[in-house]
């Protein structure tokens, strides 16, 4: 099993950015696919990207938000530029230690875009 924590949420103005982490432990040796979500007050947990084979992006933030993992350190990265108002969300990291097995969640990270 893979135990989850997220790092790096906060206060932003709009146009800035921000760099989340997600840090993984337990039983992390090649874990397969890892990736975000996010959940908005009041609306559904929404996907924002993930990284196995290939790495993919929701088109509301492709072009704004990389994502890296970096297996040494155990550790994946969001990071978020250009942020907009809608941008603000919980955001949750996820893992899928193997194709078809469940996923691991994370607490969440609170990012909110204002001035």
């Known amino acids: 099993q893979v135990q989850l924590v997220e790092s790096g949420g906060g206060l932003v103005q709009p146009g800035g950015s921000l760099r989340l982490s997600c840090a993984a432990s337990?039983?992390?040796?090649?874990?397969?696919?890892m990736g975000w979500y996010r959940q908005a007050p009041g609306k559904q947990r929404e996907w924002v990207a993930t990284s196995s084979d290939t790495t993919n992006y929701a088109e509301t933030v492709k072009g704004r938000f990389t994502i890296a993992r970096d297996n040494a350190k155990n550790t994946m990265y969001l990071q978020m530029n250009s942020l907009k108002p809608e941008d603000t969300a919980v955001y949750y990291c996820y893992a899928r230690p193997a194709i078809g097995s469940p996923l691991s969640w994370g607490q969440g990270t609170q990012v909110t875009v204002s001035s």
């Open positions: 337990g039983s992390v040796f090649n874990i397969y696919a």
